[in-house]
């Protein structure tokens, strides 16, 4: 995914409930992806990653899926909380370890 | 083990002036990434230093420069500063290339008067 600037968008959800969170890119080619995240003040935390010879991995509270045919990503969150809230990117190396960042989703959790 | 680590944290500079930035990668990551963060733009890559030598630079004018150090602490350096550099500057470290994630550290914050 490019980043353009912008508006982004927001993913507002209730404590306890599970959030997702989608990114699209463009490169087929594409073999690697990483979700960060994003706090106020903070530079982005590596959360998950996957290749490209995968469909899913899950980590704790996390799971990333991959859906090569529509080139398309999701992040789900299980149980979200009040300290899920921040913004959340998607990337991929373009080339190298030259990331290329979606535009980010601000997700609010609400208690 | 210690994350990233970006100083300052926070500058404050008039037009015409030139800045350093520092970045301490993780200890072990020899490859250290430099972007900038906007509002308008988003997350944009500058350049990306591997052993001392710059192996991959994105699209910014020559104003914008690096270093690596043996040590892979590195340096970037932005001269004749303009209003539109204001921006979050973020350092990322990882051990190489290949599947592996970078860390970010938290960032300099750059404010261009």
């Known amino acids: 995914g490019e980043s353009v600037g912008l508006h982004l968008p927001t993913l507002s959800v209730q404590e306890g409930d599970n959030s997702i969170i989608n990114c699209a890119y463009s490169n087929s080619a594409s073999d690697y992806f990483i979700w960060y995240k994003q706090e106020s003040g903070k530079g982005p935390q590596f959360i998950i990653d996957?290749?490209?010879?995968?469909d899913k991995r899950q980590g704790q509270r996390v799971t990333v899926l991959l859906n090569k045919t529509v080139k398309h990503l999701s992040l789900q969150i299980a149980a979200t909380q009040p300290g899920d809230s921040a913004v959340y990117f998607c990337?991929?190396?373009?080339?190298?370890?030259?990331?290329?960042f979606g535009a980010g989703t601000i997700l609010r959790v609400k208690s | 083990k210690a994350g990233v680590t970006q100083t300052p944290r926070y500058l404050i500079k008039t037009r015409g002036q030139q800045v350093t930035l520092s970045c301490s990668p993780i200890?072990?990551?020899?490859?250290v990434s430099w972007y900038q963060q906007t509002p308008g733009q988003g997350l944009q890559f500058l350049f990306e230093y591997f052993s001392e030598t710059q192996r991959n630079k994105g699209n910014f004018p020559g104003r914008f420069s690096g270093r690596q150090f043996s040590n892979s602490r590195s340096e970037m350096n932005v001269s004749t500063l303009e209003l539109g550099d204001s921006a979050l500057y973020l350092c990322?470290?990882?051990?190489?290339?290949?599947?592996?994630?970078?860390?970010f550290g938290d960032g300099t914050r750059l404010s261009i008067l």
């Open positions: 996957i290749r490209s010879n995968m």
């Open positions: 200890s072990g990551h020899r490859s």
């Open positions: 990337a991929e190396p373009e080339y190298g370890n030259k990331l290329v």
């Open positions: 990322a470290s990882s051990l190489g290339t290949g599947y592996q994630p970078q860390h």
